[in-house]
């Protein structure tokens, strides 16, 4: 009798664990949202505030909108990215595939060791990731071809001092209130700069170094980056995207919904429904997806490229 006791006072007391993290969370969020109140009343970090509004200019000839390339890149790397999330999830935690895949070692590529045998899992988040990488060397070429990049690449050193700015304003509850359409708050500019040019790149990197196509036989190269560096930094980068497209999502929805919808996915700057149905679509096409994603299906499309066993 006495190890159910035992057993259910470690669920209560852990299950009070988790249910005080919940106050003690929003406590220090309104100790946050008061204390950065008082300091932006403060008439040096008033001055500050006026000094650097939260966002720095744009060079001169700076394009202005969404042209529909970037529309269609954004929707394919958000539609890759929720299977490669979830196929990577898969592969961390699933302890028995429910089928296996080779691949076939003749014609296109040939090598002299046999293939290695990897769960279907992997192998379609080896294709996804393939598609979404094409597709985001694609939107970089674009970028710097149309000069759309100035958008997000940062052109000038006070982005840091009007990222802090922003970070106050959004902290104090008076959000910056930048055009998107137009320009990005530094905060913004900053966090599109990290995740298009330093997490995305660390992603593939760090996933190129796991998967059987990086080369066994390089020690020097091996020594300098070993698989356990990759191992230990491309689960984080995992959490960042996720940590990142939770608050790109929330603060989209929640600072003016229909109109920001209408930058990404209706190419105009007007407050009408037009952006929010073709997003509705999108997310249609996702959750679609998300559901055919299945071995049934996924089998039949990985046999053409190897052989599937069970
Ligand atoms: C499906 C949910 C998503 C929605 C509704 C959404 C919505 C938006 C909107 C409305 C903008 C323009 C913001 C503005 O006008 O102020 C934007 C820009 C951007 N989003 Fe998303 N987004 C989503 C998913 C993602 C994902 C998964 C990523 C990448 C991990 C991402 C990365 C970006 C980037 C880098 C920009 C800036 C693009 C540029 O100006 O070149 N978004 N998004
Ligand atoms: C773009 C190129 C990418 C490549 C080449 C790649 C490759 C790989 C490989 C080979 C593995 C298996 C590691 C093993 O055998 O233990 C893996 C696991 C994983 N991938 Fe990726 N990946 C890429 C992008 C991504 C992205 C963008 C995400 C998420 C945003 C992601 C999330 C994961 C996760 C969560 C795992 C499981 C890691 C673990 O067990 O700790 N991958 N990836």
Known sequence: MSVPTKK?????????????????????????????KWLTGLPGVKDFLEQYPGHSELPSGAPVGFPAWLAWQHFLNGFFLLLII?????????????????????GFIRTKNPPSKISLDLWFHLTLDVLWILNGVVFAILLFATGQWMRIVPTSWDVFPNALSAA????????PTENGWINYNALQLLTYFAT??????????TGLRMSSVWPKKAPTLNRLFPI???????????????????VHVFL???????????????????????????????????????????????????????KVTR
Do not use: C
């Not at 999830?89 to 595939?97: D, F, K």
């Not at 298009?196 to 990197?205: N, R």
């Open 86 to 106: 979830r196929t990577g999830w898969q592969v961390r935690t699933t302890a028995r595939p429910a089928a296996h895949w080779t691949r076939n070692n003749k």
């Open 228 to 246: 356990e560096a990759a191992r230990a930094v491309h689960f984080p980068v995992m959490i960042y995207f996720v940590a990142f497209i939770a």
């Open 252 to 306: 989209v929805l929640a600072t003016g919904a229909l109109r920001n919808l209408n930058h990404m996915y209706g190419g105009s700057d007007d407050e009408n429904w037009v952006g929010f149905w073709i997003f509705a679509v999108s997310v249609a096409v996702m959750v679609g997806a998300w559901f055919l994603a299945r071995p049934l299906f996924l089998r039949p499309i990985a046999s053409l490229m190897g």
């Open 168 to 175: 106050l304003q959004y902290a104090s509850l008076n959000w």
């Open 8 to 36: 259910s006072g470690t669920a209560k007391s852990k299950w009070v664990q988790r249910y005080w993290a919940v106050p003690a969370a929003l406590v220090a969020l309104l100790l946050i949202v008061l204390l950065t």
């Open 196 to 205: 298009v040019f330093i997490a995305a790149p660390l992603a593939f990197v």
